[in-house]
């Protein structure tokens, strides 16, 4: 793979690849499964990007497709063989360093906790998607898209609460 | 942090972290297709050669006794019976795994929405373990059958017609082993998956 539009298409992952990062670390916990699940995900895009015709935005697409991906990985009780990356490419289950960082894994251990689709809805949502973008990626409708946005965001409040009083009563 | 501002802040900070990421080249890209083209490859070969090969053995068998033992006129009937009876299978087999394996990018995952996907997954799945549950009814007691009558034919004296109790104990032991491993087979690899299928797309329904 070395002509122009693997140039392009190389060009544009890199430019997103936190998109693909994150999803990975929304819906899975284990690190060996995200390494995996990311490997599938660049597979898939590099296999799809034919098809990719430049009506929607690379991000949208790119979004698309990972979150297909995660929504359809399948868990394997037995380990298969995968390529190793460099060690930078796995920068994803660090322990908190600071307080930043344990906010941050406080709000993906909170999104952990809502269903599959709630979770594409609300991560596209974060994104600062609009609903229309989010109904387009998910298949769901516009008002649907708005009804469970209110409920997922009074989930999250109410999870981020309990999380952050647990560890107030933990570190007392 | 109890407000849904707030953690829009602490997730608009978790973007500048990922600038770090490392980025691909042409290489690791090529590493991964490579891999990756392999590894499905080899998972999909896995379950054809397993259900291709069983068919393999059951001609191999069957032609050894209709060489060996066509002489008799029974035997040769079952023989040819349970070969005709696998053939048509075999190339209904081979068709539906071509179309359950061999998906086209352009059908493929190619940034259909999250419903139509699932749902062409669940659909692809289905219409496989569908025709797959039909052949093994059909086909598990009656192969076990002509199995048992030629076993019994060929190697126990007095052949299936003066040994009826031994030969009804075999066919029913043999029936409930298969049944037990086509049970456990389709659980792990499709009723599962299909379950978890259904799940998803009923989560999408749920609040319609």
Known sequence: MADSSDDVFIQQINQNLGIAHKICRVYFSDADDREDVLQEMMYQLYKSYRSFDGRSKFSTWMYSVCLNTALTYRRKGARQKYEPLKASHNQLANPPVSDKDEEINLLFAAIATLSSLNKAIIVLYLEDMSYEEIAEITGLSKSNVGVRLVRIKKDLETEMKKRIKYNEDVNL | ?208
């Open chain 2, 1 to 208: 942090m109890s407000t849904f501002e707030e953690l829009k802040r602490v997730w608009d900070t978790n973007q500048e972290t990922s600038q770090a990421y490392q980025r691909y080249d042409h290489e690791t890209l090529g590493s991964i297709v490579k891999s990756r083209t392999k590894k499905n490859m080899k998972k999909s070969m896995q379950y054809f050669w397993g259900a291709f090969f069983l068919q393999i053995l059951v001609y191999a068998l069957l032609s050894h006794v209709i060489v060996k033992y066509g002489g008799d006129t029974k035997t040769l009937t079952f023989g040819i019976a349970g070969m005709l009876l696998y053939l048509p299978f075999t190339i209904l087999l081979m068709k539906k795994f071509k179309q359950m394996a061999i998906i086209k990018p352009a059908h493929g995952n190619s940034g259909r929405s999250l419903y139509e996907y699932v749902f062409q997954q669940r659909a692809l799945l289905q219409s496989f373990y569908s025709f797959k549950k039909s052949y093994e009814l059909l086909l598990v007691p009656l192969s076990t059958g002509i199995g048992v009558f030629l076993t019994f034919k060929l190697f126990v004296p007095g052949g299936v017609e003066e040994n009826p109790t031994g030969a009804i104990i075999t066919f029913l032991i043999t029936l409930f082993s298969m049944i037990a491993s086509v049970r456990l087979e389709n659980k792990k690899s499709f009723e599962q998956p299909l379950h978890e299928y259904n799940q998803l797309l009923n989560e999408f329904k749920a609040e319609e």
